[in-house]
């Protein structure tokens, strides 16, 4: 019997991603995707015409819970803090009444890891704390409260039971266009290319010292495909529950150095008067982009190795490095600054 999966967020840059993923691996699974009105309905049927729509926002918890409830499988993709829909999910996977537990994949984010960054005020410099997800996985369970998306980690956290199994998975910068219907453009990076754009000239927080890692958005729904898959095989050889945390990473890199980058790929391409880095105060970069401090001035320093020693997920897409010059081309277009081949044509 297929398995039934429950999407919310499939219009989004994440969750629309893995949609394309699973469905073009597993056609023959039964997907349900939560959307919030007719006009993103339109766009995930006009794609995908076998998945069933359940209308609704994140606020509409009985529609949520009844989903769940009547899901193998529920995939949150569409908000990391949003606590009365993740209440829902955990309620509606606690009744539900299938043969086995119910499985419960949450995405969360390393942001989560910028906490000492954010407790110190510390924005731009190396911290030298790193985590990761097999020997230090107790320290990912118990970060402070006040870390961004704690607060709904906790929840996915004490849900589990004999019904309810889950993962959290926390991805770091995520980077590369999505194959979803809608969104097809990340945060991190898209975002801070904008911000250069617009304020003619690219800048980083304090020294731009401090470190994240990079997972390219093909590899991210690659891991979670197999966490679905292990899940539909009744669970091994992914751990979940209180061993149920993936870090999704393939490398780090500094801010810093990879603003230059994007700043020598504008200049060349004209849409930078030059190449130089500003080194802004984070009050100055929050207002130029917004959260900026936090998006592109903490550290989040967070190794995988669960996923790759359990489910064998081999990230294989290019680094964010290689990705550079194009992140910069398509928010170059976005803003009207450069033209593509079409409307060349058509001059």
């Given amino acids: 019997m297929a398995p039934k999966l429950l999407i919310t967020g499939a219009t989004g840059y994440i969750g629309g991603d893995f949609l394309y993923l699973v469905s073009q691996e597993h056609p023959d699974w039964e997907i349900s995707c939560l959307v919030r009105n007719s006009d993103k309905g339109a766009k995930v049927a006009a794609a995908y015409p076998k998945v069933r729509l359940v209308y609704g926002d994140l606020d509409a918890t009985e529609i949520i819970e009844a989903a769940a409830a009547n899901a193998d499988i529920v995939y949150h993709f ?151 898959e292990a899940a539909v095989n009744g669970g091994p050889p992914a751990t979940w529950n209180e061993e149920g945390y993936y870090l999704a990473e393939n490398g780090e890199f500094v801010w810093g150095d990879l603003i230059q980058e994007l700043a020598d790929a504008a200049h060349k391409k004209g849409v930078l008067p030059d190449s130089e880095v500003e080194s802004l105060t984070p009050d100055e970069t929050g207002r130029l982009l917004p959260f900026g401090p936090v998006s592109i001035g903490t550290n989040s320093r967070g190794i995988s190795i669960r996923a790759k020693k359990l489910l064998g997920w081999k990230p294989t897409m290019p680094s964010i490095h290689d990705e550079v010059a194009n992140a910069v081309e398509i928010e170059a277009r976005r803003l009207g600054l450069i033209k593509g081949h079409a409307e060349l044509v058509q001059e």
């Fill in 78 to 228: 569409a908000h990391a803090d949003h606590e009365p829909s993740a209440r829902a999910i955990a309620k509606g996977l606690a009744r539900r009444e299938g043969d086995g537990p119910g499985y419960w994949i949450h995405t969360s984010g390393a942001g989560i890891l910028g906490v000492e960054t954010i407790q110190l005020a510390d924005y731009g410099n190396l911290l030298e704390k790193v985590y990761d997800d097999w020997d230090k996985i107790q320290e990912l369970k118990s970060l402070p409260d006040e870390a961004p998306h704690r607060n709904v980690d906790k929840i996915v956290l004490a849900s589990y039971s004999d019904k309810v199994k889950t993962a959290i998975v926390s991805p770091s910068t995520i980077y590369g266009p999505g194959r979803g219907p809608d969104n097809t453009r990340s945060v991190q990076v898209p975002g801070a290319v904008e911000a250069f754009l617009k304020h003619k000239k690219a800048f980083k927080v304090g020294k731009g010292h401090n470190v994240w890692h990079y997972v390219h958005i093909n590899d991210l729904s690659k891991l979670y495909l197999l966490l679905g």
